[in-house]
């Protein structure tokens, strides 16, 4: 299965209706931008699109009403007074770790964007495709734009060379943080979160036969900075993963307590705080933080379940409703 292929064909209908969900197409260069939340103003259906696409189209992904998250969160928040967004999937090391892992950065003079998706497997320049061994050709590629700008022409040009496909095969999803699909797109990385902290915790990802993941959607500023601050709250405080695995318990008893953001010094404050202290530079903080708030291994083998970590919902609910002086559009539950 091409993630690229799967993840254009989910994404080329809804290019061709995009005023549908909230959104507009540009025509860079003869690439495709689906604008989802840059100057439009996206919505929902948007953000979902861009988070099924950026796992290439290998994960569900919902978003779970305020009336039947708490069950959803398994009586661990049975009080969570927001939506959330579940992700799970059958393949989830191709589909976060090959596609949606936000693992490089489009840096020009004049323009900025994190990138992800299943472009990233086409261009396969990351250290992670050696250890995961996958990487593809594809006659086609999507990838997604986690910017405040639309792509300018010569960004296009580029993303296509190194994508090895014609510009007119394809298609750039962009949405800032501080809009609706934005911050669910975002959001939805929770299984992605924890599959990279194992990852770089050298453990052995051919074990993993499945997983999902859910963390509570906040409310979205007009701030893109607090509305990071907020996305990633909801991740290292509210998100709870849960994988299928084989093999052994006593390595998994073993990580466990590595593979959560209480595993870290600076856990405890809310991602804003930390990350002036940091001088708004991601390389500055612990990167021990990055992790969902609870892990459970599934042991396929022995039937064992292994759970590390827990909620916090004072810090996430602080992050949520902090008052600033700008406007947040809270989302329909």
Sequence with gaps: MSLNQTAFDLVQPCVERAAEIGGACHDRGGVRVLDCGVKQPGGIEAGLLMARAALGGLADVVVVPVATVGAAFAGLWDDCPWPAVAVSSRRPVEACLAAQYAGWKVSTP??????????????????????????????????L????????????????ADAGVDPTHLILLAARTASIAGSLQVVARSLETALHKLHEEHFDLSRIVAGRGIAPLPPVPDDD????????????????VVLEVTGDDASLAEIGPRSVSRGSASYGEPFLALFARAGHDFYALDPALFAPAIIEFVNLDTGRRHRFGGLDPEIVERSFTTPTALTTRRLDS
């Design 110 to 143: 004049g323009y900025f964007a994190m990138a992800s998706g299943p472009i990233r497997a086409a261009i396969g320049r990351e250290a992670v495709f050696d250890t995961i061994g996958f990487r593809e050709r594809a006659a086609v590629a999507v990838g």
């Design 225 to 240: 900075l607090i509305a990071i601050g907020r996305t990633n709250d909801a991740i290292l405080y509210g998100g709870h």
């Design 145 to 160: 734009l986690e910017t405040s700008k639309l792509p300018p022409n010569e960004v296009c040009a580029t993303l296509a």
